[in-house]
DNA sequence: TTGAGATTCAAACGACCGTTTAATACAATT
DNA sequence: AATTGTATTAAACGGTCGTTTGAATCTCAA
């Protein structure tokens, strides 16, 4: 049994160890992946103990699990603040507020409800065991959000494959801008500007659009 | 100095132990990247003695580097056997061609000519040194390509902003369905079957061409 | 003031890391 | 047979890893 009342009783009275040490492993996890930041990293960066790690979340494992929670989370709420607003649009608005609203915030190295991503990325290349909840809960209600709206642009079923396809095409070409460390080192110009984001969006939107009503004549 | 005769001698007249080591460092480096592999793991692999690595590749680093040399050209001349192919045909049917003989080797996982794209991913979430070499030998001359076809199909120059962005639209499509990790382990019903990925070529097919073709009419 | 529980801390634990060393084994040439 | 240069080997080096330990320090209730 760690701890669990908030914090009543504590050495100092400023910003408690737990909250100093959950935002900077969200700070480096993001950045590095679960293994590539060591917990005297964080504790170092957090200006706490070594074991005040395995004293708050049991260990480097459950620090994680904490992170990644409360990056869906804010990720999740994000979502919410601009999606729900265009719920009674066509359905071609509603896929320009979505890109519109998504890419801005999956380019920002500094939008905290995109810290999620640079997480997944170094799950895909190195899976860690909360890989299938982030599946669950971070990417999935996204597909079928998109699901939803594409397949009214198709007029078909939600199941049907090309649904899926679209889904992908358009995921895929916002995922693509968001930004690591390699494009930052190896390619000049990167990561783009907001002007040119803003530009990129409506590409995307244009590009995309065009697509889908050339499958939906398909098949 | 280490050794640079091929092996006129050697202990034993079986595979040279460089060989036996290259080809154990790529498939793990492959699958776990740089740092997600030790010198001993490798050397087990190979049935070679940890101390190998230092003297025929001067350490861990000038293995990774002889691994994704070795990566970069299987992959580039993997692309000369269908490209060189297409060279005159019209600019829609050289986009097939590249996407219909690039998809199914991006979505193999045994495909030695997309190996690279592991060590690529690995790169993006954590870069080695070797990441601006991996930049300018493995992906530019392939954007290089794709912004040849896209420039015609846009009719404008190679340097408009258009271009660029048609290219990530496709390019971004095709990389998401390299497999990764995560997804196998996350979700079901993947990696895809080949029926299913021929289905998928055809569809990034139409849906970027109708895209390029909404583009081509703005701006 | 005293006791209990929560929190912090320096130090140490065993395991693994990349690399180095020095001795040895081998084949080909003197 | 002796020498030379290449290749392999077990062992050890210093360092970092995640975690544990046990004592010290703090807050708050009795």
Redesign the pocket.
């Given at each position: 049994?760690?701890?669990?009342?908030?914090?009543?009783?504590?050495?100092?009275?400023d910003a408690?160890?737990?909250e100093r040490l959950l935002a900077a492993a969200t700070r480096l996890f993001a950045q590095h992946g679960f293994?590539g930041?060591?917990?005297?990293?964080i504790?170092r960066a957090a200006?706490?103990?070594?074991?005040?790690?395995?004293?708050?979340f049991?260990?480097?494992?459950?620090?994680y699990r904490a992170v990644v929670h409360s990056a869906v989370q804010a990720m999740r709420s994000g979502d919410d603040a601009f999606l729900t607003a265009a719920s009674d649009a066509s359905p071609e608005e509603q896929l320009r507020t979505y890109v519109t609203g998504y890419l801005p915030r999956i380019a920002s190295t500094d939008d905290r409800t995109a810290w999620i991503h640079d997480l997944m990325r170094h799950e895909m290349s190195d899976p860690t065991p909360v890989a299938p909840w982030i599946a669950e809960h971070g990417i999935l209600p996204r597909i079928e959000y998109l699901a939803g709206i594409v397949s009214k642009l198709l007029d078909c079923r939600p199941n049907d494959k090309r649904v899926a396809r679209c889904v992908v095409s358009i995921q895929a070409q916002c995922l693509f801008y968001r930004p690591d460390r390699f494009r930052t080192a190896a390619f000049k110009g990167w990561p783009l500007s907001d002007a040119e984001l803003a530009a990129v969006a409506d590409h995307i939107v244009e590009f995309s659009l065009a697509g889908i009503k050339r499958i939906a004549t398909r098949q």
């Open positions: 049994m760690t701890a669990r009342r908030p914090s009543p009783n504590a050495r100092r009275p408690a160890t737990r293994g930041v060591s917990v005297r990293d504790a200006r706490a103990n070594v074991a005040a790690v395995n004293y708050h049991d260990g480097k494992l459950g620090l």
